[in-house]
C-alpha cells in the first residue's frame, strides 16, 4: 500500500509539474501576444541621416489606389510576393516634402521595376520631378535598361547613367486585342450582343476576326494624340529636337547597325542617355552629391519613398476636425455591390459618398475617376448618390486620370466641374450587352433540351436553348433605353442639347482636349488643380482646409492584424510562395484574356453595361 500511496504521490507531483509548465507557457504565449498588441501601436519610424538620398523605386503598374484588401496586400509583401503597383499619390507626396527637405540632397530615380503607367500619371509624377529640381538638388536616373515608361521619368532627370549591356526602347503606344469571333463559331457558342454607337468597340472581339474601321478611327485618333504628347514631353525635358524620338523608333534597325549592334552605345549616340556606368561607378558618381566628405569605400545613405513618407507624417497635426476637401478614388472596373479597393463598387463607393455628405467638416468632395466603367446600374447608383451630395449645397468636382470614360464618365457627368489631364483618354458614351447559349454546342454532344414554361416568356433567356424573340426584343429596347438615358443625363448635367451630345457619344474615346472642345468636360489640369478650385468653389482660403482621403476605415482587429503582419514579415518571407508563373508567360495569359477578363466579374443586374476597352500598350 505504501508503494501504490507513493507512486501516486509521485504522479501528482507530476501533474502538478506538468501544469505549471503549461500555465507559465500560455502566460508566456499570451505575455508575447500582449507585448505585440502594445508594440502595434508604438511608432515604427525610420531614422533618417542627415545627408541622404530619397531613392523613387516604383514596382509594378502606377495607380492612383492600390487594389484588394489592406492584409492580403500586406500578407503578400510580407511572404514576399513581388509588388505590382505602386501608389501615384505616395510618390507626389514624398517627392514634394523633400524639395524643401534640407536632409535629402539627392533625388534618385531606380526605375528597373516600373511597370504599366498611364501617360497622364508620368505626366504628374514627370511635373513633381520638375519642381523638385527648383530647389537645385540633382535628380539622378539609373537603370539597366529603360522601357517607354521608365524613360519618360527618367528624361526628367538632370542625369541618366544606364548599364553597358542597356537598351533604351521605346517604340510608341499601340492597341491591339484579340478578337473571338472564329474560335466562338468552333466551339458552337450563339453569343447575343446590343450596342448602342458605332464606337462601342467592347463587344467587337466576339462579333469580329479584326478591328472595325470606325474602332480603328478612334483609336488612330487618340494614340496618335498620346505619342504626340509623350514627345514633346521626353524631347523638351532632354534637349532633343522634336523628331529625335520618332526617328529613333521608326530607324531603329538602321541605327543599330551604324551603333554595331551594341544598343547601349546608341542610347548614347542619340543623346537618350549621358554616360554608361556600372552599377559600382555609379555608387561613386552619386556618393560625393549625397555626401563629399564620405571615403571612396563609404556607402551612401539612402531612403527609400515609403520609410520617407512613415518619417513625414509622424507626428503630423491631426486634421480631422478642420475644414476639407475630401478626395474620394474610384479606380477599377465598376461593379455592382460591396467591392474591394482596385474596383468600382456600386453599393461601397456610394457609402463613402454618404460618409462624406454626413461629414460636416467636409466642404467639397473631389471624386478621382480612373476607370473604363462597367456597370450601368452601379454607375447609376453612384451617380445619384454624388447628386445627393450636391444637394447638400457643397461642390462636388471630377479629376480625371488616365481613363474615364464610358461608366468612368457616368460616374463624373454630375460634377460642378470636370477636370482632365491633357492625355485623359474619356468619353466611349454608350451602352452594350452580351449574352451567350449553347444549344448547338449540346446538340454536337447530344444533348437535347426540351420543355415548357407558364408564359411565352419563361425560358427564352436560357443558357442551353437559342434567345427566344421575345427576350431579344425586350434588351434591345432596354439597351436603346440606356443609351438614351445616358445621353439625356449627360445633356442635362453638361447644359446642352440631346443631339448635340448624341453627336459626340456612339461610344467614341475622346481625348482630353478634344473632349474639352466638345464640351465634355470644362478644365484641363492635374488632380492638385482640381483639389483647389473645389476650395475656391466652395470658399475655403489655401491655408484654411486639409486634404482628407475619404477611405473605408480599418477596424480595431483589423489594425492590429496589419501592423502583427508587418512586424512578422522577416519570418513570413521565407515561407514557401504559391506556384507562380514567369513575367513573361503572365503577360501572354493577360493579353489572350484581355477583352474577355472582366466577363467573369461583371454583375450589372440588367447585364448592361457602359465599358471601354482603353488598355493602351
Known amino acids: 500500500m505504501q508503494a501504490v ?3 501516486r504521490r509521485l504522479f501528482g507531483w507530476f501533474w502538478k509539474i506538468v501544469q505549471g509548465v503549461r500555465i507559465a507557457v500560455w502566460s508566456l504565449v499570451f505575455l508575447f501576444m500582449l507585448v505585440l498588441v502594445l508594440a502595434s501601436f508604438a511608432p515604427d519610424v525610420p531614422q533618417i541621416a542627415e545627408r541622404t538620398a530619397l531613392v523613387i523605386a516604383p514596382q509594378g503598374a502606377l495607380v492612383d489606389q492600390l487594389s484588394g484588401d489592406p492584409l492580403d496586400q500586406a500578407l503578400a509583401r510580407a511572404r514576399g510576393v513581388p509588388v505590382q503597383e505602386t501608389l501615384l499619390p505616395d510618390l507626389l507626396e514624398a517627392i514634394e516634402h523633400a524639395r524643401d527637405d534640407e536632409r535629402v540632397k539627392v533625388l534618385l530615380l531606380k526605375l528597373d521595376d516600373l511597370g504599366a503607367a498611364g501617360l497622364s500619371k508620368l505626366q504628374a509624377l514627370g511635373d513633381e520631378i520638375l519642381r523638385f529640381k527648383e530647389s537645385d538638388k540633382p535628380v539622378i536616373a539609373v537603370g539597366d535598361t529603360f522601357t517607354r515608361n521608365q524613360y519618360y521619368l527618367a528624361a526628367h532627370a538632370d542625369q541618366i547613367f544606364m548599364n553597358p549591356m542597356g537598351f533604351v526602347y521605346i517604340d510608341g503606344f ?7 469571333r472564329a474560335a466562338i463559331e468552333k466551339l458552337l457558342v450563339d453569343v447575343h450582343v446590343w450596342r448602342v454607337g458605332e464606337y462601342k468597340s467592347f ?7 479584326d478591328m472595325s474601321e470606325a474602332d480603328r478611327e478612334s483609336a488612330e485618333a487618340y494614340l496618335g494624340a498620346l505619342w504626340d504628347a509623350y514627345q514633346a514631353d521626353v524631347t523638351a525635358a532632354r534637349g532633343l529636337m522634336p523628331d529625335a524620338l520618332q526617328i529613333y523608333a521608326e ?9 554595331n549592334g551594341n544598343t547601349a552605345r546608341l542610347a548614347v549616340n542619340r543623346e537618350l542617355v549621358d554616360e554608361l556606368l556600372s552599377r559600382n561607378e555609379i555608387t561613386d558618381r552619386i556618393r560625393p552629391l549625397v555626401d563629399p566628405e564620405l571615403e571612396d569605400s563609404d556607402d551612401f545613405s539612402a531612403v527609400g519613398y515609403a520609410d520617407y513618407l512613415r518619417e513625414v507624417r509622424f507626428g503630423a497635426s491631426d486634421t480631422a476636425d478642420s475644414d476639407a476637401v475630401a478626395v474620394l478614388v474610384a479606380a477599377g472596373t465598376i461593379l455592382d455591390g460591396e467591392q474591394p479597393p482596385g474596383t468600382v463598387g456600386g453599393d461601397s463607393t456610394a457609402a463613402l459618398v454618404r460618409a462624406a455628405s454626413r461629414d460636416e467638416s467636409i466642404k467639397a468632395l473631389v471624386l478621382r475617376v480612373d476607370s473604363p466603367g462597367g456597370s450601368a446600374f452601379a454607375s447609376e447608383v453612384i451617380r445619384s448618390e454624388l447628386e445627393a451630395f450636391q444637394q447638400s449645397g457643397r461642390p462636388l ?14 460616374i463624373s457627368m454630375t460634377a460642378d466641374e470636370i477636370w482632365a489631364s491633357p492625355t485623359t483618354l474619356t468619353g466611349s458614351i454608350g451602352v452594350g450587352a452580351t449574352l451567350p447559349t449553347v444549344p448547338r454546342l449540346l446538340d454536337a454532344l447530344g444533348i437535347h433540351v426540351d420543355g415548357l414554361g407558364t408564359t411565352a416568356l ?22 436603346n433605353y440606356s443609351y438614351t438615358d445616358f445621353i439625356t443625363k449627360v445633356a442635362e448635367h453638361r447644359d446642352r442639347d440631346v443631339p448635340s451630345i448624341d453627336a459626340v457619344a456612339r461610344g467614341r474615346v475622346w481625348i482630353a482636349d478634344q473632349a474639352l472642345e466638345h464640351e465634355l468636360i470644362d478644365r484641363l489640369g492635374d488632380l492638385d488643380d482640381a483639389i483647389e478650385s473645389a476650395a475656391e468653389l466652395a470658399g475655403l482660403e489655401p491655408e484654411d482646409y486639409a486634404i482628407r482621403y475619404v477611405e473605408r476605415e480599418l477596424g480595431f482587429a483589423e489594425r492590429v492584424a496589419l501592423e502583427l503582419i508587418g512586424r512578422a514579415a522577416p519570418y513570413l518571407s521565407a515561407a514557401r510562395l504559391p506556384l507562380q508563373f514567369s513575367a513573361g508567360f503572365q503577360r501572354l495569359l493577360e493579353i489572350a484574356a484581355e477583352p474577355i477578363k472582366w466577363v467573369d466579374g461583371l454583375n450589372d443586374p440588367r447585364h448592361i453595361y457602359a465599358y471601354c476597352f482603353c488598355d493602351i500598350r
Open 5 to 7: 500511496s507513493f507512486v
Open 174 to 180: 499601340s492597341r491591339f486585342v484579340p478578337y473571338y
Open 203 to 209: 463587344v467587337e472581339p466576339i462579333l469580329r476576326d
Open 251 to 259: 530607324d531603329a534597325v538602321t541605327l543599330l547597325e551604324e551603333a
Open 397 to 410: 468636382v471630377v479629376s480625371m486620370g488616365s481613363v474615364a470614360a464610358s461608366g468612368g464618365y457616368w
Open 458 to 479: 419563361a425560358g427564352q433567356i436560357d443558357l442551353t436553348r437559342e434567345l427566344g424573340p421575345d427576350a431579344q426584343q425586350l434588351l434591345g429596347q432596354a439597351i
